[in-house]
């Protein structure tokens, strides 16, 4: 498969499931602001949120004030943000239109359609009114990107690409997740709760995360128990059967590296399988001996290394 | 528009005659009277939803939407197809062989011993003159001696003083001619809103248009190439006929590459992949000569790739169209086609030209500044409908502006006659009228000479416009070759 191909498919992927977490990071972000709390730590879970997205500068720029309102207006439909829920989907399109001959009709229809869709409803005033149903729209349109793409494409190199950019994506995304909410729930980096004693469990906050990656009910299956931040943190991470976990978006990965392996992708190949044992060997107390922060933000400059050497091994060959 | 004779593709006479309707029409235009004008106004609109969804687009230059990026828009497709009945088809399609066999020849000759310059047929300032003219191609074999592998035949339709219509030839498009995706979405489209007329009546089919693509292509390979690569060579999603280049790449099964992802290596032209380099055989590229090679012929062009003339000239790639197919498409050369055919077939032309005047003719040009109003007036080397005037649609102005440019470049133009071009029955705004159509068929040149029946028809939407190009507010229609 032509390398540009390649790229396009990957970015495809990418965006639109960054657009889905995106959703998925307003949705708690917002279910939270409607919890009881101070004003100050509304706006503490807003700059969070636009923290962990490094946009903290460009939303300044933009709109000043840090508001629900506003926070909402930059990150769904303002198109001079690239990581807003809008330019992701009109992203994942262009990507779809550069190579619809390499995706079955179906997946480019769903694709157009979803950009069709969402350049109408996005820039309507009742979006910022209201913005659940939406963001609940946002999701369904990815669902069923992501399944119409598994459910009729070629099992070749395409849909290997396709897979590798949705599960590195979400690596990415799942943990960045992670880091904002852990901080913003403990007011620093997260060693375990013994290590604070005293320190409140709120529900709510935890079960709010839970949803946020739908697995909240899965929590409950897996634990049977009440919730505390911990196993939280440990099926996010670790657990290899919970579908946006760490582990489990490394294990795809890999997986659809290894179907893909070239002359040059050897180190690549490495590093991912590196990261993939250190997720299925690792121990929850050991990742939060050395604060949860610091794990994560290693784990992103992980992630983000893996995607160089993808682009260099496979999507953008240096000239032969 | 014209006084004078009409044609009409369906209606011959005065509604309610016992032959109103012509005879291929006749089943159609009963269940055309039949269908509520409601319903008929759903499948239109249907039909627009559909070609969006599908994103069956084209790209409109110089115009940005909102976000910044280049506008998208549907051409718009009329519902009521045009009928062309099959004794009438079959015609065509011997003159067109014809025509096109006797193009390739010429352009084989251009490149090699001139015999038709030699013979006088052809003014040879005429060809040394030309800007399409590509002196790199003097000498240079190429598979099958064919240059023009895929050509769109411009035809239109006029009345004649007996009250019938004759076809002519408009103009010829040997370079890289566009419009048979929308011949191909155009019946998908019309068998998805109306299967109830395809079972009354026996349309010939045109789905196959891809197949006899990519076996033109791969006859063409080098002769090195066992297995040939195919691929479609685009300028990139931004060009206006994106859609088309992806849709046949995808319908041949072969990559659709830009410029940026070839190289040389070893005198033969790679594809960059995620496996590696892959050897590329022959490029259906739909990127214009100047684009091809930076190296060979314009510099700044980042569609091409560098050193692709060199690799094309030793024969180790086949690229179609082949380079310099534009000498003979000209409109300047249009006029010598019909002297072409009796030269090289010896054969009497079976496709008329329209009369034309060269304005670099004194004689001609004192005739044309003399009728100005009544002629259509183009520029030799202009396309897409820009750079024309069309005489009795213009203003005076406009007539004076055009007659000022004539006469400081007068081997710019060509002029001619005003027909009335044949009209058909279309939706607009109103309800149904008459509207302008051409038809371009798409022939295919490999080892033999194939097309499917029909092509695009083309409907100028504005009422008494010529003008039938999309970027001129130009519609399409499905074209049906209909034995009856």
Not at chain 1, 211 to 233: D, G, H, L, Q, T
């Amino acid at each position: 498969m032509l390398s540009r191909t390649a790229d396009h498919l990957f970015w495809m992927a990418r965006y639109m499931e960054r657009a889905e977490n995106t959703a998925r990071m307003l949705g708690v972000s917002y279910e939270m602001s409607l919890l009881p709390q101070s004003h100050d730590a509304a706006e503490q879970g807003w700059r969070g949120l636009l923290s962990i997205s490094e946009l903290t500068s460009s939303f300044a720029q933009r709109f000043g004030e840090v508001t629900a309102r506003n926070v909402m207006d930059f990150m769904i439909r303002d198109e001079s943000n690239p990581s807003s829920i809008l330019s992701c989907v009109r992203a994942a399109r262009e990507n779809a239109r550069a190579v619809r001959g390499a995706l079955t009709t179906e997946v480019w229809e769903t694709q157009n359609q979803t950009w069709l869709e969402f350049n109408k409803l996005l820039r309507a005033e009742s979006t910022l009114r209201d913005p659940g149903p939406v963001l609940e729209r946002v999701k369904t349109r990815s669902h069923l990107s992501r399944g119409v793409t598994v459910g009729t494409m070629l099992q070749d190199e395409a849909l290997h690409f396709l897979r590798i950019g949705t599960f590195l994506e979400r690596a990415d995304n799942t943990a960045r997740l992670l880091d904002v909410k852990f901080q913003a729930a403990v007011g620093g980096d997260f060693f375990g709760a013994q290590a604070k004693e005293g320190q409140e469990i709120d529900f709510y906050h935890w079960s709010a995360i839970l949803r946020s990656v739908s697995a909240f009910e899965i929590y409950r299956k897996v634990y049977r128990n009440v919730i505390v931040p911990e196993k939280v943190a440990e099926l996010l991470i670790l657990r290899p059967d919970m579908p946006r976990s760490l582990a489990a978006c490394m294990n795809d990965v890999v997986a659809n590296l290894n179907l893909v392996a070239n002359a040059q992708s050897a180190e690549t190949l490495r590093r991912a399988g590196r990261l993939r044992s250190d997720l299925q060997f690792g121990h929850i107390d050991e990742i939060l001996a050395t604060g949860l922060h610091a794990y994560l933000t290693q784990f992103l400059d992980r992630v983000g290394d893996l995607g160089v050497g993808i682009s260099r091994d496979f999507l953008v060959p240096m000239a032969a | 528009m014209s006084p004078g004779p009409r044609f009409d593709e369906m209606n011959a006479g005065m509604p309610g005659a016992p032959d109103a309707v012509r005879e291929p029409y006749r089943t159609y235009a009963r269940w055309l009277a039949d269908q509520p004008a409601d319903v008929m106004q759903q499948r239109r609109e249907e039909a627009e939803l559909i070609f969006r969804r599908v994103g069956i687009t084209f790209a409109v230059y110089g115009t940005k939407d909102e976000g910044g990026s280049g506008t998208e828009r549907l051409i718009p497709f009329d519902l009521i197809p045009r009928i062309i009945p099959a004794a009438e088809w079959r015609e065509m399609r011997r003159g067109l062989v014809q025509r096109v066999t006797a193009l390739n020849r010429f352009i084989r000759d251009v490149y090699h011993d001139q015999a038709i310059l030699k013979a006088g047929i052809v003014p040879a300032g005429q060809i040394e003159r030309n800007a399409q003219f590509r002196p790199e191609m003097a000498g240079v074999d190429i598979p099958g001696d064919v240059y023009s592998h895929v050509a769109g035949i411009d035809i239109v339709r006029a009345a004649n003083a007996d009250g019938g219509g004759t076809y002519y030839v408009l103009e010829d498009n040997l370079r890289v001619p566009s419009g048979v995706s929308y011949m191909l979405e155009n019946r998908k489209m019309s068998m998805r809103l109306f299967p109830e007329l395809f079972s009354q009546h026996r349309v010939e089919p045109v789905a196959h248009y891809p197949d006899l693509l990519l076996e033109t292509l791969r006859s063409l390979a080098p002769a090195s190439a066992n297995d040939p690569t195919v691929v479609v060579l685009t300028p990139g999603m931004y060009n206006s006929a994106y859609f088309e280049h992806a849709f046949l790449a995808q319908q041949m099964g072969v990559e659709l590459v830009e410029g940026k992802d070839l190289f040389v290596r070893d005198g033969f032209i790679f594809m960059r992949t995620t496996q590696g380099p892959r050897r590329v055989d022959v490029i259906y590229r739909r990127v214009d000569d100047d684009f091809l090679d930076p190296r060979a012929f314009r510099a700044d062009s980042t569609l091409g790739c560098a050193g692709l003339l060199d690799v094309y000239r030793a024969g180790n790639v086949t690229l179609s169209n082949a380079i310099g197919t534009g000498v003979a498409d000209d409109k300047s050369i249009y006029p010598y086609v019909p002297k072409m055919i009796e030269f090289y077939l010896g054969e009497k032309p079976i496709l008329q030209n329209v009369p034309t005047y060269l304005c670099r003719d004194p004689k001609d040009l004192q005739y044309v500044l003399d009728h100005l109003a009544e002629l259509v007036v183009k520029e030799v080397h202009g396309a897409g409908g820009y750079g024309m005037l069309v005489g009795p649609a213009a203003t005076r102005q406009e007539v004076e502006d055009f007659r000022a440019a004539l006469k400081a470049h007068p081997t710019n133009y060509i002029a001619q006659p005003t027909l009335a071009l044949s009209t058909c029955p279309t939706f607009v705004e109103s309800g149904i009228a008459p509207r302008h159509i051409d038809l371009r068929p798409f022939v295919l040149s490999g080892k033999s000479v194939q097309m499917v029946p029909g092509g695009l028809t083309r409907v100028a939407l504005k009422e008494g416009s010529l003008v039938v190009n999309s970027s001129q507010g130009g519609g399409t229609k499905d074209t049906w070759v209909l034995e009856v």
